[in-house]
């Protein structure tokens, strides 16, 4: 019996040798993962504490931007409203533009038939001008009249 009982010890041994062997494998493999996730894990803390400084630095620009981005809807809502105002005018002076053409129409007629006529103030007066006449200080009657005694 001491036999049975020293064989099945030592299948059992070698089963949990076997065993023991293939949880150091395990063991092995978990370890080499385990650096590989350290690794992984230094790299991306690296990657974190670079993006809390570029965060951190970026921080004021993010808020000047929004500053300058609020004065900047303000404005916008300011050119909005002369935008609303001067497409009133515009329209106002379309209308206005319409109306006028026929005028136009009449004024350019009439400046093609004054044109004769202008040309030849303009010859006239830049004719050389008359002598002016001799003042006298006194006054002379045309014809002399005998004044009655």
């Known amino acids: 019996m001491m036999d049975e009982q020293g064989t099945r010890f030592e299948v059992l041994l070698e089963d949990v040798n076997r065993n023991l062997g293939v949880l150091a494998e ?3 493999v978990v370890n080499t993962d ?11 803390s690296t990657k974190v504490d670079r993006f809390e400084v570029f965060a951190t630095h970026a921080a004021p620009r993010l808020e ?3 500053g300058k981005l ?3 809807e303000s404005k916008v809502d300011k050119l909005e409203g002369k935008v609303d105002k ?3 005018k515009v329209d106002k002076l379309e209308v206005f533009a319409t109306d006028a ?3 136009l129409m009449r004024l350019e007629a009439f400046a093609s038939d004054a044109a004769p006529r ?4 303009e010859t006239h007066l830049a004719l050389p ?3 002016p006449r001799r003042e006298t200080t006194k006054l002379k009657p045309s014809k002399h009249h005998r004044r009655k005694p």
């Open 26 to 28: 395990a063991v092995a």
């Open 34 to 44: 385990t650096k590989d996730l350290k690794e992984a894990v230094s790299q991306l």
């Open 64 to 66: 000047r931007i929004e």
């Open 70 to 72: 609020d004065k900047l």
């Open 86 to 88: 001067l497409e009133g």
């Open 101 to 103: 053409r026929p005028r």
């Open 118 to 121: 202008l040309v030849r103030i």
């Open 129 to 131: 001008a008359p002598r």
